[in-house]
């Protein structure tokens, strides 16, 4: 315990949980194709298309488990620059974060956009996925998207 | 449907950060001058309902140590929701309806300073596809912001004018944490914290408590001499990913509206719980305000957001001036969830 | 497992990890400097005088401040008790040990703490037993400057006088 202001108490408390979460159907084919370097997405009954996919249709709660191939590049339809990346955020330098809309989905799905400068993102630009180079079944397979041509 | 009023309310008086007392010492002298201020015996309160969050605390079941400050002794009966204290007041609320208890005690706190609160709103996200990616609260609001800059007429001015306004409006209230008068061009003029997003635009980091006692029918009328009651509440949901939704407006406020009355007009105040800037304007054309219609007179949340305890407090801040006679019919909203995902409006009137 | 199944991701690991800085409040912190100063404090409330030991600052049966402050000394009962048999990660001692609510002399809470110097199997309800500091010089703003209790050479205390606060 340490002294804070006016001789009262303070100490610092640290939580951690190691939480493993089943992912199911849907989602498990979802991460097995980011293992893969491929995205899927899930095509509901009434023929959108999800991407990220989920069980169900957020709409009408009916289920959907019908995947088909979408991407790898999208559209940027909202987009937010973070000049000082907070230590939980994917990219140690400037980047933004985006609602990417990728080609064949009907919904956008959020990860990070490097572009290095500000300037250089603008909403309806098409983005690629930068792949890790070791990818495990995760959204953080993809390390970021960046601007179509970079590489 | 019986009739329900709002007949007391206290809060604590927000702060950066609660130094000195703990979450009980906080949260005992509020609930004690609300339950004062109803004139109904403590023992005759026939529920207890709270809002808090265990991630804000850092402690699971954090809101079991908070009872110390009620006295459950007797046996009381009580229930808790991991949301604001304005969806512990629908609960409450329909208790009463159910004729299960005549009045109610309703509290939240929110000791927002102890942890990181972009960091600890991350675990509200879906946790396979948004939180692993490490967004922030803050963040996923200037997504919303520019989604619904680029949509509208709106300019980062609108959103300027909306934290000036606010926190010149929080000079008259006691109870709020940034208040002052602030010049637009300069506010203008600072670098973005999360562009479209301004420092300016976004709400403050809280320490706050809030509590309320409700009551029904004769209770309520031998309680107080203006009983501010409830003539429609109701709370609506959106699906959770941000992809799926238009985040330029906001369906689920317009429906909650609409169900809770407020299209029958003369809202005198509306106390809308925004805590960022172009969040206000999205919530104000989505229930159909206009001119006519005194935003936020409190300041809103854009002066104080303790988390957890800004929903109620809005409620509160609406019940207080029709108890105090200065207006007829106000309108206070809540929300919970990124980008307004999750919203609770309710109608309180004179009558 | 069919072949589809097996090509799933099963499932994902999502280790989450929050800091905080947590104040102890009023009467924690008049509670813990006492423990620096080897000295039990509680607080007694205002209603049903009851005294709290540690204070947290409200009577939790009353919902009032308890802001009257009492020392209680370090002598106490036994009111019940636990054999442990399982290793404690937080714990540097070796199981079997007994963990104990130990009612102290002018108290109405019972105190949690750890029984040492006599066999498991000697711990009874209505012991009396004494706290054991730490040298003075490791006294601290921390429960651990009670090393633990150990019991005295009393005759135990009837039921009676501790069964309300089991």
């Excluded at chain 1, 097995?32 to 899930?42: H, I, K, N, S, T």
Aim: hydrophobic share 40%; proline share 7%.
């Amino acid at each position: 315990m340490a002294s804070g202001d006016g001789g009262l108490l303070s100490a610092s408390h640290i939580v951690e949980y190691p939480y493993r979460r089943s992912t199911g159907p849907v989602m498990g084919r979802f991460f097995a194709a980011l293992r893969d370097r491929r995205f899927e997405g899930v095509k509901t009954a009434r023929g959108r298309v999800l991407v990220p996919p989920t069980e169900y249709d957020p709409q009408t709660g009916e289920a959907a488990d019908e995947m088909v191939p979408v991407g790898p590049g999208g559209v940027v339809t909202t987009w937010a620059w973070v000049s000082h990346p907070r230590a939980k955020h994917p990219l140690n330098h400037p980047f933004a974060w985006a609602l990417i809309q990728l080609d064949g989905a009907d919904t956008a799905m959020l990860h990070a956009v490097d572009t290095g400068v500000e300037s250089a993102m603008q909403t309806g630009m098409r983005v690629t996925p930068r792949w890790r180079a070791q990818t495990v079944g995760s959204i953080n397979d993809v390390a970021c998207f960046e601007p179509e041509g970079t590489s | 449907m019986r009739d329900v009023a709002i007949v007391s309310t206290a809060q604590m008086t927000n702060v950066r950060r609660e130094q000195r007392r703990n979450e009980v010492e906080m949260l005992m002298p509020v609930v004690q001058e609300a339950v004062k201020r109803s004139g109904i015996p403590k023992g005759d309160i026939g529920f207890t309902c709270s809002g808090s969050c265990d991630y804000l605390a850092g402690q699971p079941f954090a809101f079991v140590s908070a009872l110390d400050a009620i006295g459950a002794w007797p046996p009381i009966s009580e229930s808790h929701v991991e949301m604001d204290g304005a969806w512990a007041l629908y609960e409450a609320w329909v208790k009463i309806q159910t004729g299960q208890a005549d009045s109610a005690l309703v509290y939240s706190f929110g000791k927002s300073s102890m942890g990181d609160v972009p960091d600890v709103l991350n675990l509200q996200l879906d946790p396979y596809y948004l939180s692993p990616l490490g967004i922030d609260s803050i963040s996923l609001a200037a997504l919303q912001a520019r989604a619904f800059l680029e949509k509208t007429q709106y300019t980062e001015r609108d959103l300027a004018k909306v934290a000036v306004r606010s926190r010149k409006s929080a000079k008259d209230n006691p109870n709020a944490q940034l208040a002052g008068d602030f010049d637009l061009e300069k506010l203008l003029a600072e670098p973005y914290l999360v562009s479209p997003l301004r420092v300016h635009d976004c709400a403050p980091i809280s320490d706050g408590a809030v509590a309320v006692v409700l009551a029904a029918d004769d209770t309520a009328r031998n309680a107080c001499e203006r009983p501010a009651w409830i003539t429609g509440i109701d709370h609506r949901i959106e699906p959770h990913q941000p992809g799926v939704r238009d985040l330029s407006e906001s369906p689920s406020t317009a429906l909650a509206g609409a169900k809770a009355g407020v299209a029958s007009g003369g809202i005198e105040v509306a106390e809308l719980y925004a805590p960022f800037t172009h969040q206000e304007l999205i919530l104000r054309d989505a229930l159909g305000l206009d001119a006519s219609t005194s935003i936020n007179p409190s300041g809103g949340a854009l002066a104080a957001n303790a988390i957890m305890v800004a929903g109620l407090t809005r409620i509160a801040e609406v019940a207080n001036r029709i108890q105090w006679g200065s207006i007829g019919r106000g309108l206070a909203h809540a929300t919970s969830g990124p980008c307004l995902q999750q919203n609770l409006v309710c109608v309180l009137e004179a009558k | 497992m069919s072949e589809a199944e097996s090509e799933l991701v099963q499932s994902i690991t999502t280790p989450l990890r929050l800091e905080y800085q947590y104040t102890a409040g009023v009467a924690s912190t008049r509670f813990l400097r006492g423990m620096a100063d080897g000295k039990i404090l509680g607080q007694r409330c205002p209603q049903c005088e009851k005294v709290y030991v540690p204070p947290r600052g409200s009577c939790a049966r009353c919902g009032v401040a308890t802001d009257l402050e009492v020392q209680v000394p370090g002598t106490g009962t036994i009111t019940t008790f636990c054999v442990v048999r399982i290793p404690s990660d937080s714990l540097d001692i070796d199981p079997p040990f007994v963990a104990a609510h130990i009612l102290l002399d002018g108290a109405d809470i019972p105190f949690f703490a750890l029984i040492q110097e006599c066999h498991f199997d000697e711990v009874r309800m209505g012991m009396r037993v004494e706290a054991v500091w730490v040298d003075a010089e490791d006294l601290g703003p921390t429960f651990e400057s009670i090393r633990y209790f150990r019991p005295i050479d009393e005759p135990d205390a009837p039921f009676e006088s501790y069964k309300e606060h089991l």
